[in-house]
């Protein structure tokens, strides 16, 4: 019978990914929302400050590979728990002037990104088990949908409240206990070889299955992990008046969430992959279409679940295909850092395309079109990716 706990590094993983994930609340919806308050070119704002941002993120990331490889990951790790402390320093400094400076937020998040995001998907990789991966996922993103559930309760009380620069402190505070608990965590597959990024192209370049798992990045970086979150936080924001609202709301959606996430831990298997793909892309894309035809409360409500949801599910099957994979042959020891460069690479290189499209179309002037074109994109980069998805089978 096999073992159904998880081990004592996996645990401190998911303690670890709940506290990003308030500081992430924090500096998502919430900080969408207050620069629309008191911007009212927002949507070229925050679109300006995510490109900057995941652009020094991917030359971050390419930059401190080759440390990062040869060097313990932890300490970079830490290091980026230290600068998002900075960040939100910054925020409480400056109050309604973070509008003037949104490219030097940018690029600090992109840093912060880099030496903290970046080595914590290796370290993922090297402690947990393909064995305990599906609960890892599952059970992980539920604790984590708990508190995504509470904390945008409180969190926009609190800014309601207070305001949204006094909620920093706080946030401070999260960053300085996921400072502490890093130090429960080990780095793996520690190599004195130097970083070969040419060396693993040629390597990776006749693997069809690893160039597939790259463009389901690319497109997951385009939708799901960057672009379409801004958009589904901007019709929630546009619908909703105040931070209370706009939290409780986030709860609901966390809510819905967090229940398909136990059930993806309790139920999911490997041959479900192509069921629960197509299923999800049909009510994403439903969705879609209701929203773009009749942007009404309740198909903004519709449109943010499937996101939530099913979308959700959709990333949680590639992201298990990826790790799963991460883990056979030279990817699992001596090409991991090679494995996980490419792959931000792919992954932020979607993220900056989506955000790049989103300036281009804010420029118009005319909101509602410049959104309702990158739903339309959208929804049919989602189509692509499930696609890809399901004829990627991982054994």
Known sequence: MKNK??????????????????????????????????????????????????????IGAIFLADIIKRKDKIWFYRVGIIIKAVYAFIILILGQGITNHVVSLGILDGIATATNGFPFNMIESENITNGERIRYLGYGNALTGIVSIIAPLIIG???????YTATAVPIIVITILELLVSFFLKSKNKTTEKLNLRSFFNKFKKDKTLWKLYVIEF???????????????????????????IGDWSSVFALLSTVAMLLFAKFYKKNYQSLVIILSTLI?????????????????????????????????????NLFNYSAKGIYKSRCNTEYFTFREIFLNAGRILGYLALMILALSGVISIAINTMFIIVAVSVVIMSGLIIRTKIK
């Open 284 to 320: 994403i894309s439903i969705s879609t279409i209701l929203v773009i035809l009749s942007p009404n409360f309740m198909a903004i409500v519709f449109y943010n679940i499937s996101c939530e949801v099913f979308l959700h599910l959709i990333e949680k099957v590639s992201s298990l």
């Open 219 to 245: 497109l997951k970086g385009f939708n799901r992990n960057g672009v379409m979150n801004l958009v589904a936080s901007l019709v929630i924001i546009r619908a909703l008046t105040n931070d209370t609202a």
């Open 157 to 163: 009380r609190y800014i309601t409240e207070t305001s």
């Open 5 to 58: 706990k998880l081990s004592f590094p996996t645990k401190v993983l998911i303690l670890d990914n709940i506290l990003c994930k308030i500081f992430s609340i924090f500096s998502g919806i919430f900080l969408s929302a207050y620069l629309y308050k008191i911007s009212e070119e927002y949507v070229f704002q925050l679109a300006l400050y995510n490109v900057v941002g995941w652009v020094f993120a991917t």
